[in-house]
């Protein structure tokens, strides 16, 4: 292996051994979670309230996340112990989920079943005698019944987050259904889009069950999160609602493009447009941002073929805005390290674009990850996505996400969660 894989694997395996080392099980031993620092907001107390507590069951901050990135490192390392470990992480996620509902959506990737679903799957995949089927079966009855439910469009809670979830699940055998339900939640998102001309968009609070009515830029609760989910239902069925809505949703935000920022407007606070400039608040992260829309963008070219020459401009701007971000933030000691808004996440940008695009930026990623684990990786001390700080172990706000992006880094085949689990070559139908 070369030098720096076997650096980044090591640091990874570092992690993982933390996380089984500091899980907690219940008498059975067979359900196990894990405390970390988060925000807790009460109005009686500061508004971040630096506490310690119990995990949800979620994929973005709860036990099922951490079950995934333990489950990746099991098949890179074969250790049984992770494999072990994400097993009862998994179970306990299914548990509390099956005793006290979250209120999440079961169509929701990173707050309910579906992403628990995915998790498991990855594990029976990875490690043999997971016996995780009876909460595999329990998972997909609550995901079929999702459209009932209350839900939302986005890509954190709702249907964006979903649809290439669904259309990979339903390659397996006895998910095919799966497929129906991904081209639900797509002709959903098609009703639900405002449209003036060629341009569409969603308000925030149909996408992100917010108060606000604004349309929403950005890729966890905006436009091109939703345009790329209907790009990657376009690829699997060939319905031209899939596309239209898809362009429409990138022209929208490409409208709110300001070349001199070199970045997209963030549409949840005040902005105009003077003389064909759009002036306003601009982010830097994968949630909100043009990193994030990045992302959106390099697969849409993969995708689109037609106006792949204009995706890709835009996936140029983005990748920008993440490597000088990730320049910046890599001289802040201290600074968030994570998949979310911290630096695990724009790297990870840097990442897909150098392995669909431009080698060259795989190599900044990759330096970057070796500043980080040069700088944290002998402590464990590495900082968290938590608003309030501290220590947490999750998978988009703690080091479950940081160890998942080293092994994306030693290993291209590991599913990037950041894009949806997309990938080129499993999206054509």
Not at 42 to 55: H, K, M, P, T
Not at 176 to 182: E, H, R
Not at 333 to 338: H, I, L, Q, R, V
Request: proline letters at 4%; glycine letters at 12%; aromatic letters at 8%.
């Amino acid at each position: 292996m070369d030098g720096y894989r076997a650096e980044l694997l090591e640091a990874a395996a570092a992690i993982g051994r933390t996380l089984c080392r500091d899980a907690w099980y219940d008498r059975t031993g067979r359900h196990c979670n894990w405390m970390g620092r988060q925000d807790i907001q009460d109005g009686l107390l500061a508004r971040y309230s630096v506490r310690a507590a119990a995990l949800g069951p979620e994929l973005y901050g709860g036990s099922a996340g951490i079950a995934l990135f333990l489950t990746e490192l099991h098949r890179a390392t074969g250790d049984p112990a992770f494999a072990a470990t994400a097993r009862a992480a998994l179970r306990r996620s299914v548990r509390y989920m099956q005793r006290s509902p979250t209120g999440a959506s079961p169509l929701s990737f990173f707050a309910g079943h579906l992403g628990l679903l995915w998790a498991a799957c990855r594990l029976t995949d990875a490690a043999a005698g997971a016996d995780l089927a009876d909460e595999m079966g329990w998972l997909a009855a609550c995901v079929l019944d999702g459209m009932a439910t209350a839900h939302t469009l986005d890509v954190i809670s709702g249907n964006a987050g979903a649809i290439p979830v669904l259309l990979a699940l339903s390659r397996r055998p006895g998910y095919k259904a799966f497929a129906d339900l991904a081209v639900a939640c797509g002709e959903e998102l098609c009703r639900e889009a405002s449209w003036s001309g060629e341009m569409c968009w969603w308000d925030s609070g149909r996408l992100s069950g917010t108060r606000d009515a604004r349309p929403a830029t950005g890729f966890s609760h905006g436009a091109s999160g939703c345009g790329l989910a209907l790009m990657a239902l376009h690829a699997a069925t060939g319905d031209g609602r899939f596309l239209r809505t898809a362009r429409g949703a990138f022209a929208f935000e490409d409208s709110l493009y300001s070349p001199a920022a070199g970045n997209w407007v963030d549409t949840r606070f005040p902005y105009r447009a003077e003389e064909g400039e759009v002036q306003g608040t601009f982010q830097r992260g994968w949630c909100h941002g043009g990193p994030g829309i990045a992302i959106a963008r390099m697969l849409a070219a993969l995708l689109d073929p037609e106006m792949a020459a204009q995706h890709r401009r835009m996936a140029e701007a983005g990748v920008r805005v993440a490597g000088a971000a990730l320049s910046e933030r890599l001289t802040q000691t201290g600074y968030d390290a994570t998949l979310c808004h911290g630096i695990a996440g724009l790297s990870e940008v840097l990442l897909m674009y150098g392995d669909w695009f431009d080698g060259s930026c795989r190599q900044r990623a990759v330096d970057a990850a070796l500043a980080l684990v040069r700088r944290y990786g002998a402590s464990g001390g590495w900082p968290s996505g938590v608003n309030a700080g501290g220590p947490n172990p999750s998978l988009m706000i703690g080091t479950a996400g940081i160890g998942y992006h080293l092994l994306r880094l030693c290993d291209p085949t590991v599913p990037p969660v950041l894009a949806l689990m997309l990938t080129p070559g499993r999206l054509s139908r």
